[in-house]
């Protein structure tokens, strides 16, 4: 999770975490929703302000995106040449259309869009008042609790693979290519998965000690403000403004 930066709180970080996790819901709502790529381009433009907004350090943002991108390519390098349409250029005996041109940057443009606004409104937001703003929303407190438990087991599983990692490094061991460093890594795998459930059976003992009983106690948000109900309206009628692009 992104932390707000700098000493005054960001216009994003002071709202309610209810009105941060509907305004995210709604934006992948409308961006999915929009059609044509200027409308998309404009929903891309309306999460780039609310990284603005959250004031997010923008190498950690623009890091994230590329990591997306990247992970993307092969769709949107194969849509060009698979999708028919009008030919655009041939490369190695493959065409390309237009149409598949345009799809490539509508997907690219949708899920960039939907990545920003997402880090922008929940990556910034603590855990577990993310976890207590979809309670409060209706979510089923099981399932809020089940991803309480998920965000924080990963942390676990993260300190305990360093703490195998820093005692293989201890006892000199160098990654290389050969059986014994595959067979190095298959035991590390293994001891992490052991260890990780050993500490996890401690953890779940001393939290049952401390009276804990299948659910966390769900905090009380108070109610939205003026803020909230601001926000909401700008970034409702953005959001509008996005879909009058697409039916022009």
Request: hydrophobic share 55%; proline share 4%; net charge positive.
């Given at each position: 999770m992104?932390?707000?930066?700098?000493?005054?709180?960001s216009?994003?970080?002071?709202?309610?975490?209810r009105t941060?996790v509907?305004?995210?819901?709604l934006?992948a709502?409308?961006?999915?929703?929009?059609?044509?790529?200027?409308a998309?381009?404009?929903?891309?433009?309306?999460?780039?302000g609310?990284?603005?907004?959250?004031?997010?350090?923008m190498?950690?943002?623009l890091?994230?995106?590329?990591?997306?991108?990247?992970?993307m390519?092969?769709?949107?390098?194969?849509l060009p040449?698979?999708?028919?349409?009008?030919?655009?250029?041939?490369?190695?005996?493959?065409?390309?259309?237009?149409?598949?041109?345009e799809?490539?940057?509508?997907?690219a443009?949708i899920?960039?869009?939907?990545m920003l606004?997402v880090?922008?409104?929940?990556?910034?937001m603590?855990?577990v008042?993310?976890?207590?703003a979809?309670?409060?929303?209706?979510?089923?407190?099981?399932?809020?609790?089940?991803?309480?438990?998920?965000?924080?087991?990963v942390?676990?599983?993260?300190?305990?693979?360093?703490?195998?990692?820093?005692a293989m490094r201890?006892?000199?061991?160098r990654?290389?290519?050969?059986?014994h460093?595959?067979r190095?890594?298959?035991?590390?795998?293994?001891?992490?998965?052991?260890?990780s459930v050993?500490r996890?059976?401690r953890?779940?003992?001393a939290?049952?000690?401390?009276?804990f009983?299948?659910?966390y106690?769900?905090?009380?948000?108070?109610?939205?403000g003026?803020?909230?109900?601001g926000?909401?309206?700008v970034?409702t009628?953005?959001?509008?403004l996005v879909?009058?692009?697409?039916?022009?």
């Amino acid at each position: 999770m992104l932390a707000p930066q700098g000493p005054a709180r960001s216009l994003v970080a002071r709202l309610d975490p209810r009105t941060r996790v509907l305004a995210a819901a709604l934006f992948a709502v409308v961006a999915v929703a929009a059609q044509g790529i200027m409308a998309q381009l404009a929903a891309l433009g309306v999460a780039a302000g609310l990284c603005l907004l959250a004031r997010l350090p923008m190498r950690t943002v623009l890091r994230r995106l590329l990591a997306l991108e990247v992970f993307m390519a092969l769709v949107l390098v194969t849509l060009p040449f698979t999708v028919p349409g009008q030919t655009l250029f041939t490369l190695g005996g493959l065409t390309a259309s237009a149409e598949g041109m345009e799809r490539a940057l509508s997907v690219a443009a949708i899920a960039s869009a939907v990545m920003l606004a997402v880090q922008a409104l929940l990556a910034s937001m603590e855990t577990v008042a993310l976890g207590h703003a979809l309670a409060r929303l209706g979510v089923p407190a099981r399932l809020a609790t089940l991803m309480l438990f998920t965000l924080r087991y990963v942390e676990v599983l993260h300190q305990e693979y360093g703490r195998l990692r820093l005692a293989m490094r201890a006892r000199a061991f160098r990654p290389r290519t050969g059986w014994h460093t595959w067979r190095a890594y298959g035991w590390l795998v293994g001891m992490l998965l052991v260890n990780s459930v050993e500490r996890s059976e401690r953890i779940h003992a001393a939290m049952r000690l401390r009276g804990f009983r299948g659910h966390y106690p769900i905090l009380d948000l108070g109610r939205a403000g003026g803020l909230d109900w601001g926000f909401g309206a700008v970034h409702t009628a953005s959001l509008a403004l996005v879909l009058a692009v697409g039916m022009m």
